[in-house]
């Protein structure tokens, strides 16, 4: 997957199609990428970019028994 994701280059559109986690839309990488512990954490890696960012539905997808690590790429994400 991360072969993948350096060798394309997505296009975000309205983020219907393109995988929060999973796809390289974010500076060029994923975010499963930026923030694996957190990605390892989400109970839901499927979420589209859209279906995520409405209402931040991706924070409800985070287990509430955060680490300090795990705090710490929460917030980064967050900002």
């Known amino acids: 997957m991360a072969l993948f ?4 280059k997505v296009l975000l559109g ?5 995988s929060f986690w999973q796809s390289s839309w974010m500076e060029g990488q994923s975010l ?3 923030y694996p512990a957190l990605f390892n954490h989400s109970k839901r890696k ?7 960012l409405t209402d931040n539905k ?7 028994s955060l680490t300090e ?7 980064a994400l967050w900002g």
Do not use: C, P
């Open 32 to 34: 499963a990428m930026l």
């Open 46 to 52: 499927n979420r589209s970019v859209k279906e995520a």
């Open 69 to 75: 690590h795990l705090i710490a790429e929460f917030v």
């Open 5 to 8: 994701n350096a060798a394309t």
């Open 14 to 18: 309205d983020g219907q199609s393109t």
């Open 58 to 64: 991706w924070i409800d997808d985070v287990d509430y």
